[in-house]
């Protein structure tokens, strides 16, 4: 069982940096694959990092390539996700998710533990 919080949402105005951080309780984390995944208004929960377990293996959805950053710190069963130059389409909730059965998943139905959420606006 893992449990996933995450936070550090907020307001932020376009240009804006801003992180994520989702802290995971439980002893697997270590062997879950980590994804965040956002959710705007009126639209479909879409992939935006993945990280594996080792952290070895990273990817992004094209809208995150260059901009967002992800990483995690297993002494600290934390998962990260770094922002930078925010835009108003960013605007979302925000979620975590732990997937333990592969290295590392694009793919929302293969993620068994999934945070509350944080919500992210940016102001344009």
């Known amino acids: 069982q893992v449990q996933l919080v995450e936070s550090g949402g907020g307001l932020v105005q376009a240009g804006d940096s801003l992180r994520l951080s989702c802290a995971a309780s439980g002893r697997t984390f270590s062997s879950c694959a980590m994804g965040w995944f956002r959710q705007a208004p009126g639209k479909e929960r879409e992939f935006v990092a993945t990280?594996?377990?080792?952290?070895?293996?990273?990817l992004y959805a094209d809208s995150a390539k260059g901009r967002f950053t992800i990483s995690r710190d297993s002494a600290k069963n934390t998962v990260y996700l770094q922002m930078y130059s925010l835009k108003p389409e960013d605007t979302a909730v925000y979620y975590c998710?732990?997937?333990?059965?592969?290295?590392?998943?694009?793919?929302?139905?293969?993620?068994?533990?999934w945070g509350q959420g944080t919500q992210v606006t940016v102001s344009s």
């Open positions: 998710a732990a997937d333990r059965r592969n290295y590392y998943s694009t793919v929302e139905r293969t993620y068994e533990y």
């Open positions: 990280i594996s377990r080792d952290g070895g293996g990273i």
